[in-house]
């Protein structure tokens, strides 16, 4: 049943994507566009699926790993991703999104194929190395190539997408991000059950497959090592699908480049020299991605502050309280596909909200879905103990809003004003915010919450008070380009369209072969 949800969604992802076309794109540029995101965000996805794939093995392995040691290891693996964006934005605005996404594929890859190796050495009582230490490092290394994806993605949207587009794009980038939080808690804990050495019950079909291509039943402990080692082989799937089918831009797909109206229109490319220090210092001097890094820095303590963590809580009290037990069994039990949709849902409303009503500006549905977070937080720290539906429901809308945010800010809006010559280097200098977030939050919650689970929501208020605030001065920001552009194009073709004529010809930047 959820897995035809999903599929479902899906399919009203690609219709919503095919009847979003405001510049009037030709149906074969339409097609191609589609055959280059979907692969590489597919891709994207089960990135996902190998990063949070920690997550679900914690709760596998129990008290073999303890709260504190999970925040350690998570934090090390985050605090590395967030800083690996000022090697690899870069990097990757030099070599293109197609070598970048084959890059964080592979080397996601592999990693997690180390770290399906250390699981079971772990787990059979050989592992020479401190687990803390060798999980810590290995995820490290994980999340190091993990960070070639976003910004990869994000370079080759900027080409293919104008800004009154993006918006919509930034709510596929969200459905993304909601496909792999599914995989990875779903999916994750449908490997790591059929991996039990004992299951106690008749096996699914999925079960049984899974049980007679590994060989469970003849081992001598759970082979949880699988929930890494699964996406590794998946991610080599996709690496090999887009070396085939991906380009970086529509100039490669034998179309014709357009001007996508975003920051790089600012200035002329003949006369200036897109260099490193050029990039770091239109960014970093920039007020408004000054603006756009700490709304997303909020964004990624609020977002792993819940994801993250309710499992954890959830676990930890349907042990000692029979009503939170049966209160919390439905989110327990569907926790990645409720992710799943409500992020769908919350990065289409934020992304359509900006385009139709915001003539594409990100700072108000931002700011309005950081003041929904604080009326659920503050929801949250009052049924925490006392009413475990409320809390579910709570903690839920809570990654829809926050998927909201995210998908605007580092998905759209670091594009708009990155612009897209310097997608990579901007997109990525956000994306590490959201990451430095998260490893706070994890070092945070991981300390707190084994002094009492009551300091958990009353932690995360703070950081929606401020991205709410954060939201609110940039609520009128635009890119120069943008703003030429709605106000020569879009005027012009709404007077035209009252008069009874045509509209302006200049308007439409659809790309011809």
């Not at 804990?189 to 019950?201: C, D, M, R, T, Y």
């Not at 612009?419 to 990579?424: F, N, R």
Request: include cysteine.
């Amino acid at each position: 049943m959820a897995l035809l949800l999903v599929s479902a969604c899906l399919f009203a992802v690609i219709f919503l994507y095919f009847k979003n076309n405001p510049l009037g794109h030709s149906r074969k540029f339409m097609i191609r566009r589609f055959v280059n995101w979907f692969p590489l965000g597919m891709t994207y996805a089960f990135l996902y699926m190998a990063r949070y794939n920690l997550n679900v093995s914690k709760n596998a392995l129990g008290d073999l790993m303890t709260k504190e040691q999970f925040g350690i290891i998570f934090a090390a693996g985050t605090i590395t991703y967030g800083f690996s964006f000022l090697l690899n934005g870069p990097i990757v605005d030099k070599i293109g999104g197609k070598k970048g996404i084959i890059i964080a594929a592979l080397g996601s890859s592999i990693m997690n194929l180390l770290m399906a190796g250390a699981t079971y050495l772990f787990l059979m009582g050989t592992l020479k190395t401190n687990m803390v230490v060798a999980y810590s490092v290995l995820f490290a290394l994980n999340m190091f190539f993990q960070s070639y994806g976003a910004v990869s993605i994000i370079k080759v949207k900027a080409y293919w997408f104008h800004v009154r587009e993006r918006g919509v794009f930034g709510a596929i980038f969200g459905t993304l991000i909601s496909f792999g939080v599914y995989f990875a808690f779903d999916w994750g804990q449908a490997i790591v059950e059929a991996s039990k050495l004992q299951l106690g019950h008749e096996p699914t079909a999925f079960q049984s497959f899974i049980r007679h291509i590994f060989a469970i039943d003849t081992g001598v402990t759970n082979a949880t090592w699988l929930v890494f080692a699964i996406p590794a082989f998946l991610l080599l799937v996709w690496a090999l699908i887009d070396f085939v089918l991906l380009k970086d831009s529509p100039a490669e797909a034998n179309f014709g480049d357009f001007d996508t109206a975003d920051a790089s229109s600012d200035y002329d490319d003949s006369n200036v020299k897109i260099t490193i220090g050029f990039m770091l210092k239109k960014i970093f001097t920039n007020p408004v991605m000054i603006t756009i890094a700490l709304v997303d820095f909020t964004s990624g303590v609020l977002r792993n502050g819940i994801m993250q963590w309710y499992l954890v809580f959830a676990h930890e009290m349907k042990d000692k309280d029979a009503v939170f037990f049966e209160g919390s069994q439905f989110f327990i039990k569907n926790w990645g596909l409720l992710l799943c949709m409500t992020g769908i849902f919350g990065g289409f409303m934020a992304g359509i909200v900006s385009d139709r009503f915001f003539q594409s500006r990100r700072g108000p549905p931002a700011a309005i879905n950081n003041f929904i977070m604080i009326i659920l937080l503050i929801i949250m720290a009052f049924s925490l103990f006392s009413n475990p539906t409320v809390l579910g429901l709570a903690a839920i809308m809570i990654t829809l809003t926050v998927i909201g945010v995210h998908s605007l800010m580092s998905g759209t809006a670091a594009a708009d004003f990155g612009g897209k010559k310097m997608t990579a280097t901007a997109s990525g200098i956000v994306d590490g915010c959201v990451y430095l977030g998260s490893g706070i939050q994890s070092l945070a919650i991981g300390y707190l919450s084994h002094k009492s689970w009551a300091y958990w929501p009353l932690f995360l208020i703070p950081f929606a008070v401020m991205g709410l605030l954060l939201s609110l001065r940039m609520w009128n920001e635009l890119p120069k380009a943008t703003k030429k552009y709605i106000e020569e194009i879009e005027k012009a073709e709404e007077k035209a369209q009252k008069l009874g004529t045509t509209t302006v010809g200049s308007s439409d930047p659809t790309p011809t072969t």
